[in-house]
């Protein structure tokens, strides 16, 4: 093995083991409550020898079917760009010939879903670990809330550092953590090696049939929870990569988790059944239980990663696909550009967790609402596969609907467990993913309305009309008369050099003319003498070399459509872009001081609107706020040459249009020259 295969396996070994600290932390601390919750919570289980075989084995077959074989083996494959997810499967599923819009509805709603799980999970991963601290002494009892909330904020305000780092520290903890119950658990197999029996699913069979369909529904909630963190392990996919995550899960989580699981049920067969109150503790010898309780709340904690990570993924994904306004993304490793932190995002987390905290106060009123948007989202992940496996992966209609229809069989009865507890919590992240739903709709609503304006009044006038345009006016002596009034100038020639900003690339002459020259033209009645087209790019890799910089298309007449690649660790500056393009399109002219351009949308309602388009009109409105505007994302001001376009957009009930004064630019002879 040379020294580039030996750093190679390093760097994976490294990723890994930032995987157990990001990636990981949610279900790896399932073992603390899923148990306990089956048969002294939730699930109100009696405790003997069938009952303990069925309950383990349900435990390790939703594990070995749900996360080993669905998530591990084929879900991850479904990636996009190297992204995880639903916005992922979104994506795979938009660029299909045979879109299959109620899946894609579906995924929506899902992802919507997924941002309330992320706002839940600190919220009772943190509280949960902090109660934890009443077992060593009830003193603590009346600070729980504060140091809930100082942890909290330590937390989310780590989250600057970037993934890798985050991971770098929690990840040997939870290196730790899994080896612990794994060696805890194993001791108590070889106390109980009857608990082995639970490998055979007849053991599950049996227990569903003996306890009844009612009281099965109520313990599939509690199984729910050992499978917490499978939809995470997927969102989180772009932050570490699938191989990572598989060696994590495959060489040290799923067996840890397994023989805990299993270590849990020995115990429960032994002389303890009858005076348990907390399995995984009462594993667990007197003189290790402070250390433990300690090693404890830190995994709990540190549970909370993987849905804040995931949070930041799909929010990234939405941006990029068009269901989310821009935010401004700090990519935080060279290596791996799926690490991210999204300011924004992390802070309204962190409020919604606080708020959370201070309204139930306790992790056990909180538990009623974990589940169900997990439950929601695995379930949409399995009707996606199907499709996706058909079109991708070219599997037959039997062999996808056979594999991920089972799946989705066994994501409904979770689903239908956890919506019996709608009432007690469950209505929470549902509230937050039906509002996540209805803003990326009304967001994609008020784009797409944008973008249909934009082309309308575009229409017909393409890069060869400027083109035209210019090369009239240049034949002209610098500006054009009306021919009714040869005194009487329209349109002028100004020597000017403006860079319009671009959303798209000008690739052609048959590419639409910016609405912003557009309006400038109409509002100044005049055409700069030098026009420059820039579009900007981001690339995959981190940084951009400088001969890769730039891809430069000279239209004529003083007219060039420049694509400026920058890498995601990057910061795009406008004002070195033009004084590097100086030399390459211009001589004797200082593109530095060149008048930048920007559009930026003014958006009327018409009064006689609906109530309903006013209000989705306004949530728009109100979204474009929050969200980095153009000029902001690339640094520029008024004090280096920043010049604002507003572009007034009408919404009304026939769509949205931009209507605007001609100022007096009729050109008599040419109206479509000019005016148009």
């Given at each position: 093995m040379d020294k580039k295969q030996t750093m190679s396996v390093w760097a994976l070994l490294g990723l890994s083991l930032g995987a157990l600290g990001v990636v990981y932390g949610d279900?790896?601390?399932?073992?603390?409550?899923?148990?306990?919750?089956?048969?002294?919570?939730?699930?109100?289980?009696?405790?003997?020898m069938v009952n303990i075989y069925g309950a383990i084995s349900l435990v390790i077959w939703a594990l070995t079917l749900v996360i080993t074989l669905k998530y591990i083996v084929f879900v991850l494959r479904a990636d996009h760009q190297g992204e995880g997810g639903v916005f992922a499967l979104l994506s795979i599923l938009r660029e299909s010939k045979t879109r299959r819009i109620v899946i894609i509805g579906m995924l929506v709603l899902s992802a919507g879903l997924l941002f309330g799980?992320?706002?839940?999970?600190?919220?009772?991963?943190?509280?949960?670990?902090?109660?934890?601290?009443?077992?060593?002494?009830?003193?603590?009892?009346?600070?729980?809330?504060?140091?809930?909330?100082?942890?909290l904020t330590v937390l989310f305000a780590f989250q600057r550092k970037g993934t890798e780092k985050v991971g770098r520290v929690f990840g040997p903890i939870m290196l730790v953590w899994f080896s612990v119950i794994a060696f805890f658990g194993a001791l108590q197999i070889i106390a109980h090696p009857a608990i082995l029996h639970a490998f055979n699913p007849y053991w599950a069979f049996r227990f569903i049939a003996n306890i009844?369909?009612?009281?099965?529904?109520?313990?599939?909630?509690?199984?729910?929870?050992?499978?917490?963190?499978?939809?995470?392990?997927?969102?989180?996919?772009?932050?570490?990569?699938?191989?990572?995550?598989?060696?994590?899960?495959?060489s040290l989580v799923y067996p840890a988790l397994m023989l805990n699981y299993l270590g849990q049920g020995g115990f429960l067969l032994g002389d303890a059944a009858g005076t348990a109150t907390n399995i995984f503790?009462?594993?667990?010898?007197?003189?290790?239980?402070?250390?433990?309780?300690?090693?404890?709340?830190?995994?709990?904690?540190?549970?909370?990663?993987?849905?804040?990570?995931?949070?930041?993924?799909?929010?990234s994904q939405a941006m990029k696909i068009g269901l989310f306004p821009r935010l401004r993304i700090k990519h935080t490793s060279p290596e791996h550009e799926g690490q991210i932190y999204i300011g924004a995002i992390n802070w309204i987390l962190y409020a919604c967790c606080v708020e959370l905290v201070?309204?139930?106060?306790?992790?056990?009123?909180?538990?009623?609402?974990?589940?169900?948007?997990?439950?929601?989202?695995?379930?949409?992940?399995?009707?996606?596969?199907?499709?996706?496996?058909m079109e991708r992966w070219h599997w037959s209609r039997t062999k996808a609907f056979a594999l991920f229809g089972g799946f989705a069989?066994?994501?409904?009865?979770?689903?239908?467990?956890?919506?019996?507890?709608?009432?007690?919590g469950g209505y929470v992240p549902l509230s937050i993913g039906l509002a996540s739903f209805v803003l990326m709709n009304v967001w994609l609503w008020g784009r797409t309305l944008v973008w249909k304006a934009y082309v309308v009044y575009t229409d017909n006038r393409s890069i060869q009309w400027l083109i035209n345009l210019k090369s009239r006016v240049m034949q002209e002596h610098g500006y054009l008369v009306d021919s009714s009034n040869e005194r009487k100038r329209i349109l002028v020639q100004s020597d000017r050099v403006m860079t319009f900003m671009v959303s798209e690339p000008v690739t052609s002459a048959n590419s639409r003319i910016p609405v912003s020259l557009r309006v400038y033209m109409k509002r100044t009645g005049s055409l700069p003498n030098y026009?420059?087209?820039?579009?900007?790019?981001?690339?995959?890799?981190?940084?951009?070399?400088?001969?890769?910089?730039?891809?430069?298309?000279?239209?004529?007449?003083?007219?060039?459509?420049?694509?400026?690649?920058?890498?995601?660790?990057?910061?795009?500056?406008?004002?070195?872009?033009?004084k590097t393009l100086n030399p390459r399109i211009l001589t004797g002219t200082d593109l530095e001081k060149s008048v930048i351009i920007i559009g930026r949308a003014e958006f009327l309602i018409d009064k006689a609107s609906s109530w309903l388009l006013r209000a989705r009109a306004a949530v728009f409105q109100t979204t474009l706020?929050?969200?980095?505007?153009?000029?902001?994302?690339?640094?520029?001001?008024?004090?280096?040459?920043l010049f604002q376009v507003e572009i007034p957009v009408r919404i009304g009930k026939d769509g949205a249009t931009i209507n605007h004064p001609e100022f007096d630019l009729s050109y008599q002879d040419a109206p479509d020259l000019v005016a148009g």
């Amino acid at each position: 093995m040379d020294k580039k295969q030996t750093m190679s396996v390093w760097a994976l070994l490294g990723l890994s083991l930032g995987a157990l600290g990001v990636v990981y932390g949610d279900i790896g601390t399932s073992p603390l409550y899923a148990i306990n919750e089956i048969f002294f919570g939730h699930g109100h289980t009696t405790v003997d020898m069938v009952n303990i075989y069925g309950a383990i084995s349900l435990v390790i077959w939703a594990l070995t079917l749900v996360i080993t074989l669905k998530y591990i083996v084929f879900v991850l494959r479904a990636d996009h760009q190297g992204e995880g997810g639903v916005f992922a499967l979104l994506s795979i599923l938009r660029e299909s010939k045979t879109r299959r819009i109620v899946i894609i509805g579906m995924l929506v709603l899902s992802a919507g879903l997924l941002f309330g799980d992320g706002i839940i999970t600190p919220a009772i991963s943190v509280l949960s670990a902090v109660e934890g601290l009443k077992v060593i002494t009830p003193a603590f009892d009346a600070f729980i809330i504060p140091i809930t909330i100082g942890i909290l904020t330590v937390l989310f305000a780590f989250q600057r550092k970037g993934t890798e780092k985050v991971g770098r520290v929690f990840g040997p903890i939870m290196l730790v953590w899994f080896s612990v119950i794994a060696f805890f658990g194993a001791l108590q197999i070889i106390a109980h090696p009857a608990i082995l029996h639970a490998f055979n699913p007849y053991w599950a069979f049996r227990f569903i049939a003996n306890i009844g369909t009612a009281h099965t529904m109520a313990v599939l909630g509690s199984v729910m929870l050992v499978v917490t963190g499978g939809e995470a392990l997927y969102a989180d996919m772009g932050h570490f990569g699938k191989k990572p995550i598989r060696i994590g899960w495959v060489s040290l989580v799923y067996p840890a988790l397994m023989l805990n699981y299993l270590g849990q049920g020995g115990f429960l067969l032994g002389d303890a059944a009858g005076t348990a109150t907390n399995i995984f503790f009462g594993m667990t010898p007197k003189l290790l239980l402070y250390p433990m309780v300690i090693l404890a709340t830190l995994a709990t904690i540190i549970a909370s990663q993987a849905l804040i990570s995931g949070v930041f993924s799909l929010t990234s994904q939405a941006m990029k696909i068009g269901l989310f306004p821009r935010l401004r993304i700090k990519h935080t490793s060279p290596e791996h550009e799926g690490q991210i932190y999204i300011g924004a995002i992390n802070w309204i987390l962190y409020a919604c967790c606080v708020e959370l905290v201070l309204i139930f106060k306790s992790s056990t009123h909180l538990a009623a609402s974990y589940g169900l948007a997990v439950s929601g989202v695995m379930l949409a992940t399995s009707i996606a596969m199907v499709p996706v496996a058909m079109e991708r992966w070219h599997w037959s209609r039997t062999k996808a609907f056979a594999l991920f229809g089972g799946f989705a069989i066994i994501d409904a009865s979770f689903l239908i467990s956890n919506s019996l507890k709608f009432l007690e919590g469950g209505y929470v992240p549902l509230s937050i993913g039906l509002a996540s739903f209805v803003l990326m709709n009304v967001w994609l609503w008020g784009r797409t309305l944008v973008w249909k304006a934009y082309v309308v009044y575009t229409d017909n006038r393409s890069i060869q009309w400027l083109i035209n345009l210019k090369s009239r006016v240049m034949q002209e002596h610098g500006y054009l008369v009306d021919s009714s009034n040869e005194r009487k100038r329209i349109l002028v020639q100004s020597d000017r050099v403006m860079t319009f900003m671009v959303s798209e690339p000008v690739t052609s002459a048959n590419s639409r003319i910016p609405v912003s020259l557009r309006v400038y033209m109409k509002r100044t009645g005049s055409l700069p003498n030098y026009i420059i087209f820039l579009h900007v790019q981001e690339a995959k890799a981190p940084y951009v070399n400088d001969r890769d910089r730039f891809s430069i298309s000279d239209m004529g007449h003083n007219i060039f459509a420049v694509q400026a690649h920058f890498g995601f660790m990057e910061q795009p500056d406008v004002r070195y872009i033009l004084k590097t393009l100086n030399p390459r399109i211009l001589t004797g002219t200082d593109l530095e001081k060149s008048v930048i351009i920007i559009g930026r949308a003014e958006f009327l309602i018409d009064k006689a609107s609906s109530w309903l388009l006013r209000a989705r009109a306004a949530v728009f409105q109100t979204t474009l706020f929050f969200a980095v505007r153009t000029h902001k994302y690339f640094g520029l001001s008024s004090e280096n040459g920043l010049f604002q376009v507003e572009i007034p957009v009408r919404i009304g009930k026939d769509g949205a249009t931009i209507n605007h004064p001609e100022f007096d630019l009729s050109y008599q002879d040419a109206p479509d020259l000019v005016a148009g």
